[in-house]
């Protein structure tokens, strides 16, 4: 089995994810780039790690942001936690997906590929100089990427006044919609059988309308179908619905992501390329026969 190591990958620019090398131990000069189209392809590709950045929180602790990259255009992938899904130091374990999607194609965005701060790790206000390094095995190559406090890679959180921007504000319940930023908003655990839908709701507050909402499988031991993955939300204050249906017994994690970019209302993920302002919401659920 061979093992590749990645260079750390930014967001600041699709060329320097694009130019990324992955070197392979043992060997002295970089393979070919995976992140080159040429490599994208139905399946059998890897999953590529991505640090995105860090910003403070109100108490003095930090939040990075990971996301991840798939070279596979139809395949979905999944890595259980453990040692081929894995963070470290292990204190910090346990927050990563274990299912990973193909190259989005939205039908309300059009096709984009980063996936974008899908889980985040929060460290004390005295972290330092510390790594995070998040190391992910597919296909028989083990790539890890570091995430740090390095001032290059700090974002805008909730907000951001260059351009604009604001996340929305989530609830998953009956609740006022408050909860706002990529730290997440989590619920649960809930409770249904294999094969009964369970009903999602989203409910969205934000200045504008047009709040675009994703649905997906965050952690889990088996694929799960969404009535809808993907809506909008056409009001300033609205509710979104949809329902999700498991096939298999397990505990899982469903992962909404919600953002409304105030400059281009049809296009979301212009918002999601520069890092502001989105956020997320994690519903744990407990599936029994």
Not at 93 to 116: A, E, I, M
Not at 190 to 197: F, L, P, S, W, Y
Not at 241 to 255: D, H, L, Q
Not at 266 to 285: M, Q
Request: charge should be negative; glycine fraction near 8%.
């Amino acid at each position: 089995m061979s093992k590749s190591t990645s260079s750390p990958l930014h967001w600041l620019t699709l060329l320097a994810v694009l130019c990324a090398p992955v070197l392979v131990v043992g060997q002295t000069a970089p393979i070919l780039n995976p992140l080159s189209e040429n490599v994208l392809r139905p399946g059998g590709q890897n999953i590529v790690p991505i640090y995105d950045g860090w910003f403070p929180n109100d108490d003095g602790s930090f939040t990075l942001c990971f996301g991840y990259f798939s070279l596979n255009t139809e395949e979905s992938v999944d890595v259980p936690l453990g040692p081929e899904n894995r963070i470290e130091p292990a204190a910090y374990d346990g927050s990563q997906p274990t299912h990973f999607d193909p190259v989005p194609n939205s039908k309300l965005t059009g096709k984009y590929r980063h996936y974008w701060c899908v889980f985040t790790v929060e460290v004390p206000s005295d972290f330092g100089a510390q790594d995070i390094l998040w190391t992910l095995t597919t296909q028989g190559d083990e790539l890890s990427v570091p995430g740090s406090l390095t001032p290059l890679y700090i974002l805008d959180e909730n907000y951001t006044a260059g351009r604009g921007s604001e996340a929305p504000r989530l609830s998953l319940s009956d609740g006022p919609a408050n909860s706002q930023g990529r730290r997440g908003l989590w619920e649960g655990p809930k409770v249904v059988r294999v094969g009964e839908a369970l009903p999602l709701t989203a409910r969205i507050s934000h200045p504008e309308a047009g709040t675009w909402l994703s649905w997906t499988l965050h952690q889990g031991p088996a694929a799960v179908s969404f009535s809808e993955s993907e809506l909008r939300v056409d009001k300033a204050d609205g509710v979104s619905t949809s329902t999700v249906t498991f096939a298999e017994p397990g505990s899982y994690v469903i992962r909404l992501q919600a953002i409304n970019d105030t400059e281009r209302k049809s296009n979301p993920t212009y918002g999601f390329e520069f890092l502001c302002c989105w956020t997320n919401g994690f519903i744990k659920v407990d599936v029994v026969d």
